[in-house]
């Protein structure tokens, strides 16, 4: 069983939105919380980062800019992703990653991943 675990994907048709959410069994407020995705093969691309605990937020993917928001609720210990105006191109398995090693470029540093969600973007 997978320390993190990730919840809200599905089916969504183009213009639509999906709230992802990301718990753990630790006390996830403690680290930094990054979300991830992989489309068919592609390779696995970084979409945002949330710090703690200031809350500041590393964006990595230019495509998800104004449309994806990571953002945490300190009170339910858990992190979210805030998918609006979804796209096909946004289909893929969607993943969260912790980290107490910071939001930085080494993918390595998130030591804890959960098993993915499927977001499909289709008509």
């Known amino acids: 069983q997978s320390q993190l675990v990730e919840s809200g994907g599905g089916l969504v048709q183009p213009g639509g939105s999906l709230r992802l959410s990301c718990a753990a069994s630790?006390?996830?407020?403690?680290?930094?919380v990054g979300w991830f995705r992989q489309a068919p093969g592609k390779e696995r691309e970084g979409i945002s980062c949330?710090?703690?605990?200031?809350?500041?937020?590393?964006h990595y993917l230019d495509s998800v800019k104004g449309r994806f928001t990571i953002s945490r609720d300190e009170g339910k210990e858990t992190v979210y992703l805030q998918m609006d105006k979804l796209k096909p191109e946004d289909t893929g398995a969607y993943y969260c990653?912790?980290?107490?090693?910071?939001?930085?470029?080494?993918?390595?540093?998130?030591?804890?991943w959960g098993h993915g969600t499927q977001v499909t973007v289709s008509s």
């Open positions: 990653a912790a980290t107490l090693l910071g939001c930085g470029e080494d993918v390595h540093d998130f030591a804890v």
């Open positions: 630790f006390s996830l407020n403690s680290y930094d």
């Open positions: 949330i710090k703690s605990p200031s809350g500041t937020i590393e």
